[in-house]
């Protein structure tokens, strides 16, 4: 099936079935801790860390820790992204 993106949705081409959604992990945070309340560090845990455990990757993905991959997102005090690394390759 095709899938067409519209605004924040993704539907089946000509129709108006949900296939899925196109909204940003950024986003996700963002209002995740408008409708919790949360801190901003624990939600950011819940969208690292307690993937890559969950995933079996926390090895080197999740946290920040020597011997680790190194991935890292910056975010402003808004909670947009404003820098990229993965690794040691600057993304954005």
Not at 21 to 38: A, G, M, P, Y
Not at 39 to 52: D, L, Q, R
């Amino acid at each position: 099936m095709e899938v067409v993106k519209k605004g924040l949705r993704a539907t089946i081409k000509g129709t108006d079935t949900l296939a899925g959604s196109v909204v940003s992990l950024d986003e996700c945070l963002r209002k995740f801790v408008e409708f919790t309340n949360c801190e901003v560090g624990e939600a950011i845990g819940t969208i690292t860390k307690n993937p890559a455990e969950f995933l079996g990757i926390a090895d080197d993905r999740g946290t920040l820790k020597v011997g680790g991959r190194g991935d890292v997102t910056i975010l402003d005090r808004e909670l947009n992204v404003v820098v990229v690394v993965l690794g040691v390759e600057l993304v954005v």
